[in-house]
């Protein structure tokens, strides 16, 4: 069993900027693809970024192409999501989650451990 425990998220002014971090508790961190997706009140839950195994691809939703950047860190089971130019319709609680496959995909039903996510709220 992967733990996973985001954290990074809080309040912030449109434009502005997070980091958010995601830590594995154990497990072979970097032979599976990472993603973060994110879920707002009312709205299902939305691919936002992932990464492969090695690092070497990466993968956006058009909504945050440009502005965020999704990287990891396999010597300390960590994966990153750094936020810029934040809108107010960024805000929701991003969940962290490790794929089934090396590279990723875009959907949720290929990732089998979450985080228990964290709220990003961004103001106008």
């Known amino acids: 069993q992967v733990q996973l425990v985001e954290s990074g998220g809080g309040l912030v002014q449109a434009g502005g900027s997070l980091r958010l971090s995601c830590a594995a508790s154990r497990g072979t961190f970097s032979s599976y693809g990472m993603g973060w997706f994110r879920q707002a009140p009312g709205k299902e839950r939305e691919f936002v970024a992932r990464?492969?195994?090695?690092?070497?691809?990466?993968y956006y939703t058009d909504s945050v192409k440009g502005r965020f950047t999704i990287s990891r860190d396999n010597a300390k089971n960590t994966v990153y999501l750094q936020m810029n130019s934040l809108k107010p319709e960024d805000a929701a609680v991003y969940y962290c989650?490790?794929?089934?496959?090396?590279?990723?995909?875009?959907?949720?039903?290929?990732?089998?451990?979450w985080g228990q996510g964290t709220q990003v709220t961004v103001s106008s």
């Open positions: 990464i492969s195994s090695k690092g070497g691809n990466t």
């Open positions: 989650a490790v794929s089934i496959y090396s590279i990723g995909t875009n959907y949720p039903r290929d990732y089998h451990y």
